[in-house]
């Protein structure tokens, strides 16, 4: 992993997608706390990501990954059902939440990690 968070350097993308949704999970998780985490927007201005942003920087869902379209939806599922909504969009606005916190955001995907 610290290997793989090494090529968080701007303007490097990861060379090797999570291959399934737990390693999505928690390279997210890691993306977050290496880059920081936003609210509103997919990406900030200093590079944060967003919950759902960050997901999809670890699937390589637009950039061609193998797998990614199965990864994300069953990372974005995953998560969706641990915040009780039913879908991407509810989870960007439970990210979104007035009273939402980064470590709230990496929490939950480090638990939803643990339950695979």
Not at 6 to 21: D, K, P, V
Not at 72 to 87: C, F, K, M, P
């Amino acid at each position: 992993m610290v290997r793989d968070m090494e090529m968080l350097e701007e303007g490097m993308r990861f060379i090797r997608y999570a291959e399934n949704e737990k390693e999505a999970l928690l390279r997210a998780a890691a993306l977050l706390e290496a880059r920081g985490w936003v609210q509103r927007t997919g990406r900030g201005e200093n590079g944060e990501y967003c919950l759902s942003e960050a997901i999809v920087e670890m699937t390589g869902i637009f950039l061609g990954a193998s797998n990614g379209v199965r990864v994300w939806n069953g990372t974005v599922d995953l998560v969706a059902q641990e915040v009780g909504v039913a879908s991407v969009a509810g989870v960007v606005a439970w990210n979104d939440a007035p009273d939402r916190t980064q470590e709230e955001v990496v929490g939950l995907l480090r638990r939803v990690a643990s339950q695979l």
